[in-house]
Every structure is written in C-alpha cells, then in structure tokens.
C-alpha cells in the first residue's frame, strides 16, 4: 500500500504516539486486504466499549492510546455494559463498573460522541449516498451498505478507531466498486412471516456469502425486518453488505433451510426472562410495542434495549410510559450482546426475538435461547 | 534478484511471501493447520493454548514463530495479542496462510513481525526448527533445530 508522505511521517511518530498507531494498524489492514491506498471517510462508529467484550487488555490499550490520540473526524461509540443513569440499581458488581468507567473515559478523552448506540444510522442524520463511512458495529455495516447507501467495510473495533483518529480508511474490499458486486445470490422461496424468518434467512446467507449477498424474493424490506436481517448476516461470517440484484449462481432458502437454522440457535422451549433489542430499539420499534403492550402486563421480567437518544425520542412521544406501564424495564447506552445483566447463575434460559441477541445469549452469555417474534412473545407472554 | 533466496542453500531452505505487519525476528516454529480464536483459545498469562479440542492444546506460543492459517471469531481477539505482549508472552513472529484483520491489527498494536501468503507450503515445517522471518522484504528461512 503506496503512503502519501504526510501519512508516513504520522507511521513514523512524528505527530505523535496514537496516531503512529492508528496508521499502523491502517498499514497492516490495507496489506492484508490489498489495498492500495488510503481514502478519506467522514464517520467512524467504533465497537468495542462494553468491558464485557474488550476486556482488561482492551482497557489498557485504550488508556494508552487516549494519552495523545483525539477524533478527526465525527465519531459515535458502541453500547457499554450498563445503562448510565440507572446503575446503581443494576445488579452489577463493582470491578465491573469501575472497568466500564475506566473505558468509558478513556473514549471521552478521545472526543467521541456518547452515543452508546449500535444503531447510529437510526440515530443520527445519514450523509449523502455513496459517502465512505468507518462502521465497526457489524450490524450497522451492513445496514450501511445494503440500505442507508455508504460505503464501509466490515470494520474491526481497532480499524474504526484508527480511522477515527486518522479519518481515513484501506481503499479494499466493499470501498471498491467491483468488489461489493455479490458473489453468490439467495433466492427466498417462501413467505417471510416476521423478523425472526429474517433474521434466519440472514444468519444463513452469512454462512454461505464472503462479501457481498444478492437476495432474490425479499424486496420492499421494512426498517424492523432490515435490521434484523443486517444484525443476523453480520454475526454468522464475513459478508457486509446485501443487495437485491441478480447472480448466475443462486441458493435456495426454504423452510427446511430455516429449520436448520433455527434448530441452531433455538435451544430452548421457555424462558425466565424476555430481552429485546439487538440491534437496539429505535423509536419506530417503540411505538410499534407501545402499541402492542397497551393495556396489558408481560407476565416475566422483560428488558428492553434501545438507543438513548430513541429513548428520550419515545418518551415525549408517551410510547415509554406505555412499555414501562407494561412492566418492562427500558434500558440505555446497553444490549443484549454480551450484557452482564444476564448472568446464568439466575437466569437459565431467555426469551428474545433477535437472532444475533441467540447467538450471543448462547455462545457468551452460556444460557438456553427460546427464539419468538415480537406477535408471539407479546400474545404468549402478556396479559 | 529474489531467484536466489529460492530453494535450498546451506541446509536452509527460504520462502518468499508477503510482509503485512514489518519487522524481523527468529525463533523456534509452532505450527498448526488449524486456524486460532485469540480470544478464547489461549491464557493470556501464560501463552499457553487453552482450548482442548485444539491440535496445539498445551503447547505455548510465547517466544515462538506461530505459523497458522489465520484466526477465527471476534476482531476483538486483536487487544488478546496485545495482551500477550504485555505479558510478554507473544509469538516473536507471526506466518498466517492469509492474513485476516484480527491477526493483521493485533500484530500492528503489539509490533510482532506478520508475513503472509507463502509461495510455498509453510505447514511442511516441523515444529521446533529455528524460523526467520524477515517481515520487511517478505522471506522465511528454514534452519536447523
């Protein structure tokens, strides 16, 4: 990969120790991706900030890095461990929290947004098509990709923090116009019912595709069921982006198809407790349950993850006060994925509608999975 | 010019690849056909792989050139390398059949030698022989034991 002599004085240390860094990693991405050059990107959303995910290793490099390391360009950050204002009613312990904060500041120092969010492109406004983004949060690269219409690759925690550091990115992969052409299409050949369907019919391509998917049968997707599909692509391999183009290779998904799939990740009959929210709830989805809910009581614990922002949104709205009259708990800045909210020295199994959320539920979180869409947990779980 | 690192010359025998993170280091090789989960796979104390179901299961990566296909799982197995760095405990260099983001940003941050892509095939060699890596033209050559 070919520097300008401005980048290689940064590699050098010249503009101090953070930024050395982050064109490191740069350098040694854009080599193993082969890419050319670096181009210019204008957002950096960077994952890694629940201690549950990066842990004491990842405190310390980023108490290293935020000694000298600041933003270039406009930055927003992944969801932590614990809702920020109500931590000190959740069951947590204090090393925790203490780890949480130690990271939490680190990042601040550094000049993110406090947006402890992984839906930013529900969160905030989106630039104009075709602008190249940095998205580490794998679910908002693929929604990125294959609905907002930016540019990202399947970014990792490191490579979205040097591109915010830098506001640059490895021109490879899904920046390069040939390459976000899908290599292997997926023809759906049954109706889709709810976001679960999608989210399997997700988790399959992912298995199958590398970089980009075509899907054929499933055109006019909703917000719900695009983020169910982009959450559940992006946790079962490599591919970052969809489209709905054709390919002379195509694979069928049927119901056996999602029978497997489902088979995978559903481990469980019942469940002690209900989440939803992986990706995060946006204020649509709120007032789609505000709805739901009205009027009723869910009969279980019930934790409900969104976006602060779709949060206060909601509640001028009046849709959180129909939830919270439900008896479910909302909860911000956090989410399913690897919370430590959920522990499984209590609970045993939980119920959730995301398919990225069992996954996570399943292989981190170590508890049994009892997949439902949102119809069913309402109609069985409430009353 | 590159002709003459091919083959074998003085009972060391030299393969051409690709430099992904620079540097130059030699030590005793580890190598395994299966990929690595930095995350979950190895005590980040010891160096030691902790995985049973790993064909390296036991064994210690510290100070070693650790020759794998290329890691599996999180991105956030990157911080795992820097943290057998810190502990002083990482491989001295890394050869990956192809090189993935994991492996490629967790050898930037810790400054560990990474080459890939070998011309030809680096799972031949047996561990405990003495590896070179010269991560800065792209080269691996074989010694003795």
Redesign the interface.
């Known amino acids: 990969m070919q520097l300008t002599s401005d980048e290689e004085k940064a590699l050098k240390g010249e503009r101090g120790e953070a930024l050395a860094?982050a064109y490191?990693?740069l350098?040694?991405?854009g080599?193993?991706?082969e890419a050319k050059k670096l181009v210019p990107i204008t957002w950096a959303h960077v994952s890694?900030v629940n201690y549950n995910?990066?842990?004491?290793?990842?405190v310390?490099?980023l108490e290293k890095l935020s000694k000298d390391g600041r933003v270039a360009v406009k930055t927003t950050i992944n969801p932590m461990g614990f809702d920020a204002v109500k931590v000190n009613s959740l069951k947590l312990n204090k090393e925790f929290i203490a780890k949480q904060n130690r990271i939490v500041s680190a990042y601040e120092r550094i000049g993110v947004t406090r947006s402890f969010t992984c839906i930013p492109y529900e969160v905030f406004d989106l630039p104009s098509k075709g602008t190249d983004v940095s998205f580490?949060e794998s679910n908002a690269a693929v929604y990125a990709n294959s609905v907002a219409g930016l540019r990202t690759n399947k970014e990792?925690?490191?490579?979205a923090l040097?591109s915010s550091l830098t506001g640059k990115a490895p021109y490879s992969e899904l920046r390069v116009e040939e390459l976000r052409k899908p290599n292997v299409g997926i023809r759906v050949n049954y109706e889709l019912d709810n976001e679960v369907d999608y989210g399997l019919l997700g988790y399959f391509a992912g298995k199958v595709a590398k970089n980009s998917v075509a899907f054929s049968g499933v055109e006019n997707l909703s917000k719900r069921n695009a983020k169910s599909l982009s959450a559940a692509l992006g946790t079962s391999g490599s591919c970052g982006m969809f489209t709905h183009e054709k390919t002379s290779e195509m694979i069928e998904f049927g119901k056996e198809e999602a029978r497997k799939i489902r088979d995978e990740l559903h481990t469980s009959e019942k469940g002690d407790v209900i989440t939803l929210g992986s990706p995060q709830l946006g204020v649509d989805d709120l007032s789609l349950l505000a709805d739901m809910v009205q009027g009723k009581k869910f009969r279980k614990r019930c934790l409900i993850f969104c976006a602060r922002a779709a949060y206060e949104g909601a509640k001028k709205l009046g849709y959180t006060e129909k939830i919270e009259k439900a008896g479910a708990e909302m909860l911000c800045d956090c989410c399913t994925c690897l919370t430590p909210l959920i522990d499984r020295n209590e609970v045993d199994d939980v119920i959730t509608n995301s398919i990225k959320g069992a996954y996570y539920l399943s292989n981190s979180n170590k508890v049994g999975v009892c997949l439902k869409s949102l119809k069913d947990i309402v109609r069985e779980e409430c009353a | 010019m590159l002709e003459e690192f091919e083959g074998h010359s003085e009972g060391r025998m030299r393969i051409r690849c690709?430099?992904?993170?620079k540097g130059n280091d030699e030590g005793e090789a580890l190598v395994t056909k299966q990929p690595i989960n930095f995350l979950t796979m190895i005590d980040?104390k010891s160096g030691i792989v902790k995985d049973a179901k790993h064909e390296l299961y036991k064994k210690n990566i510290a100070n070693k050139v650790l020759v794998f296909p290329n890691a599996v799982g999180?991105?956030?197995g990157?911080?795992?390398i820097?943290?057998l760095k810190?502990s002083r405990v990482a491989p001295k260099a890394i050869v990956c059949k192809k090189?993935?983001?994991?492996?490629?940003?967790?050898?930037?941050?810790a400054n560990i030698p990474?080459v890939?892509s070998p011309e030809s095939d680096v799972f031949a060699i047996k561990s405990g022989l003495t590896v070179k890596v010269d991560a800065v033209v792209g080269l691996i050559e074989i010694g003795e034991k």
């Open positions: 860094t490191r990693i350098l040694a991405i080599e193993a991706t890694g995910t990066i842990g004491d290793s990842g310390e490099f580490a990792s925690a490191l490579s040097a | 690709r430099a992904i993170v980040l999180s991105s956030v990157a911080y795992s820097y943290a810190g090189a993935d983001i994991t492996t490629a940003s967790g050898c930037a941050i990474l890939d």
